[in-house]
């Protein structure tokens, strides 16, 4: 018959590599909270020019997206390339797009 890989008595190798992988998880979620716990103070609170919220929301929010990216969507792992390409094009192409527009409309 064939091992019972899903016990607990697994190779200590992966055991504490799944321990560091989800302390890593763990991190970046407590930091996508307090980014966004961040983000509600600045908008709620007058701590900050208006000039300058637009710019702080966006650079956390782009923090966010990357930390959901490469930490709960796997992407920073081997044998997701496929999937990274498919994103990272995806980026690229709305960035082109967004950047067509803008000279369109206010050239």
Same mark, same amino acid.
């Given at each position: 018959m064939a091992e019972n890989t899903n016990s607990?008595?697994? @190779?200590?190798?992966?055991?504490? %590599? @799944?321990?560091?992988?989800?302390? %890593?998880?763990l991190i970046s979620f407590a930091l996508m909270i307090l980014f966004t716990i961040i983000a509600f103070v600045i908008v709620t609170t007058d701590m900050m020019k208006e000039m300058y919220v637009i710019p702080v929301l966006l650079i956390l929010a782009i923090v966010q997206v990357a930390f959901q990216l490469y930490y709960f969507m796997h992407l920073k792992?081997?044998?997701?390339e496929f999937a990274s390409v498919m994103i990272y094009g995806g980026v690229w192409a709305a960035a082109l797009t967004l950047a067509g527009l803008g000279v369109i409309t206010w050239w």
């Open positions: 607990g008595e697994g @190779n200590p190798f992966h055991r504490q %590599k @799944n321990r560091e992988e989800m302390k %890593k998880q792992d081997k044998g997701h």
